[in-house]
Structures are given as structure tokens and as C-alpha cells.
Nanobody, 124 residues
Framework: QVQLVDSGGGLVQAGGSLRLSCAASGGTFSSYTMGWFRQAPGKERLFVGG????????YYADSVKGRFTIARDNGQKTMYLQMNSMKPEDTAVYYCAARRSIRIATIPSDYGSWGQGTQVTVSS
């Protein structure tokens, strides 16, 4: 199983931008479909977006579509989440996840490996 470390969280003002990274080790990164999830205090973990193993297809939750972009660099074993036009409701702990499949999944239990999470706070 691949091990994941996500980073890049912080405090940003509404309308600002932030880029998260997810670094992988211990597995063949290019064989995993990847996802980003987020979890606000007292809420369930929700799908943000995903990217296929090759990077040729992405899928986003409606709440972030047009504002967030996912990319990956298989040579560097890293996935990115570029977040623009951020809103206070984007505040959450963000997690990257990996699954051995060609398809992006939106349910957390479909992913077998997880990062430790990185806090993102958007102030109004």
C-alpha cells in the first residue's frame, strides 16, 4: 500500500488561494487513482475531487467546481489541489487518499490509503 503525506494547509482570507500537496511513497504511485476529501468539525468526510492514475480525467464536487483544480506528477509521486476563490465554507481538514482502481470514487470507504490531513482555514 502506498503511504501518503499531505501538506500545504494554512490560514487564508476569503477570495484567496492555497495549494495543497500529497506526497506518496512505498508504492507504484502511477497505478493509483487519487482523491481529495475534507472534513469540517462535527461533519462527515466529504469528497472534494479526484484524478485518475494517468491524470487524464478529473471529477469535482459541485461545491468546488470551477474554483479547485487537481493535478498530479507521477514522476514526483505527488498530487496537488489548487484552491482559488476560497470561501469560509471551505474551512476543513483536507485529506488525500488513494485507491487501486481506474475509476474515481466519491465514497471514503472506497479508498485504502489516507494522508494524515492538513488544516485549511478561510477567514471572512
Amino acid at each position: 500500500q502506498v503511504q501518503l503525506v499531505d501538506s500545504g494547509g494554512g490560514l487564508v482570507q476569503a477570495g484567496g488561494s492555497l495549494r495543497l500537496s500529497c506526497a506518496a511513497s512505498g508504492g507504484t504511485f502511477s497505478s493509483y487513482t487519487m482523491g481529495w476529501f475534507r472534513q469540517a468539525p462535527g461533519k462527515e468526510r466529504l469528497f472534494v475531487g479526484g484524478i485518475t492514475w494517468s491524470g487524464d480525467s478529473t471529477y469535482y464536487a459541485d461545491s468546488v467546481k470551477g474554483r479547485f483544480t487537481i493535478a498530479r506528477d507521477n514522476g514526483q509521486k505527488t498530487m496537488y489541489l489548487q484552491m482559488n476563490s476560497m470561501k469560509p465554507e471551505d474551512t476543513a481538514v483536507y485529506y488525500c487518499a488513494a485507491r487501486r482502481s481506474i475509476r474515481i470514487a466519491t465514497i471514503p470507504s472506497d479508498y485504502g490509503s489516507w494522508g494524515q490531513g492538513t488544516q485549511v482555514t478561510v477567514s471572512s
